[in-house]
């Protein structure tokens, strides 16, 4: 199925010039908005089933890519379903934008924590850049909360990556968990600083300090604990 005449009248070209410059992807660009491409899954979902519009829409833009994401999280299916068109999408995802629209559309994660835990953890393993990043993206979406707290917590120390995106999901992740447990986390970190990537531990701090969810106070404890 070729998406371009449905997507076309919308094609926005400062958008995709934008789009270009912040999302390295190997796929073309076409410049067409996240909430035209919600619009346009909602109206394909109700005209196809899922499994056709996911066998059926190309691949060969970035918009066809996330327009399939979309409709994962929008398809009305099983759990067992969903975990396996989870697991057929990660290998499209090739950057940043994709993976994180995905994650933002798992909303059936809620209440499911406990049981996709069971899927999510293998994938801490993998070498994948972007699937180590859709991993850490899900837990700051759906497990920075009382009962998962710690658990957060040790993932971000004891998963190690060179890869920027995971390393900037890491920092996210913690910078999240500061706004919502603060003195937890900064006591966490601080305690295992040596252990913590430099770059990652500071750009945390940065990142939580810019958080408008944070006071001043606790803004002017961040920097002081800095790494040089």
Same mark, same amino acid.
């Given at each position: 199925?070729?998406?371009?005449?449905?997507?076309?009248?919308?094609?926005?070209?400062?958008?995709?010039?934008?789009?270009?410059?912040?999302?390295?992807?190997?796929?073309?660009?076409?410049?067409?908005?996240?909430?035209?491409?919600?619009?346009?899954?909602?109206?394909?979902?109700?005209?196809?089933?899922?499994?056709?519009?996911?066998?059926?829409?190309?691949s060969k833009y970035f918009e066809d890519v996330m327009l399939k994401a979309i409709i994962i999280?929008?398809?009305?299916?099983?759990?067992?379903?969903?975990?396996?068109?989870?697991?057929?999408?990660?290998?499209?995802?090739?950057?940043?934008?994709?993976?994180?629209?995905?994650?933002?559309?798992? $909303?059936? &994660?809620?209440?499911?924590? @406990? !049981?996709? /835990? +069971?899927?999510?953890?293998?994938?801490?393993?993998? *070498?994948?850049?972007?699937?180590?990043?859709?991993?850490?993206?899900?837990?700051?979406?759906?497990?920075?909360?009382? $009962?998962? &707290?710690?658990?957060?917590? @040790? !993932?971000? /120390? +004891?998963?190690?990556?060179?890869?920027?995106?995971? *390393?900037?999901?890491?920092?996210?992740?913690?910078?999240?968990?500061?706004?919502?447990?603060?003195?937890?986390?900064?006591?966490?970190?601080?305690?295992?600083? @040596?252990?913590?990537?430099?770059?990652?531990?500071?750009?945390?701090?940065? *990142?939580?300090?810019?958080?408008?969810?944070?006071?001043?106070?606790?803004?002017?404890?961040?920097?002081?604990?800095?790494?040089?």
């Amino acid at each position: 199925m070729n998406t371009l005449n449905l997507l076309n009248p919308y094609i926005d070209q400062k958008y995709k010039t934008f789009q270009e410059k912040i999302c390295q992807t190997n796929y073309e660009i076409l410049g067409v908005k996240i909430p035209i491409l919600r619009n346009a899954a909602k109206k394909l979902l109700k005209e196809y089933d899922y499994s056709y519009l996911l066998n059926n829409i190309d691949s060969k833009y970035f918009e066809d890519v996330m327009l399939k994401a979309i409709i994962i999280g929008n398809a009305k299916t099983s759990y067992e379903e969903k975990l396996n068109l989870i697991t057929n999408f990660l290998p499209l995802i090739d950057n940043w934008a994709v993976c994180d629209i995905l994650v933002g559309e798992l $909303k059936f &994660i809620k209440g499911n924590e @406990d !049981k996709f /835990l +069971n899927f999510i953890n293998p994938l801490f393993a993998s *070498k994948n850049e972007y699937q180590l990043r859709f991993s850490f993206v899900i837990l700051l979406n759906y497990y920075i909360n009382d $009962k998962y &707290i710690d658990m957060v917590l @040790d !993932k971000c /120390l +004891n998963i190690k990556s060179d890869y920027y995106y995971v *390393k900037m999901a890491i920092s996210w992740t913690l910078s999240i968990a500061l706004v919502k447990y603060f003195a937890k986390t900064l006591e966490f970190m601080q305690e295992n600083k @040596d252990e913590f990537d430099k770059w990652t531990y500071n750009k945390a701090l940065q *990142k939580a300090r810019e958080s408008f969810r944070i006071d001043d106070d606790k803004k002017s404890i961040l920097q002081k604990v800095k790494i040089k």
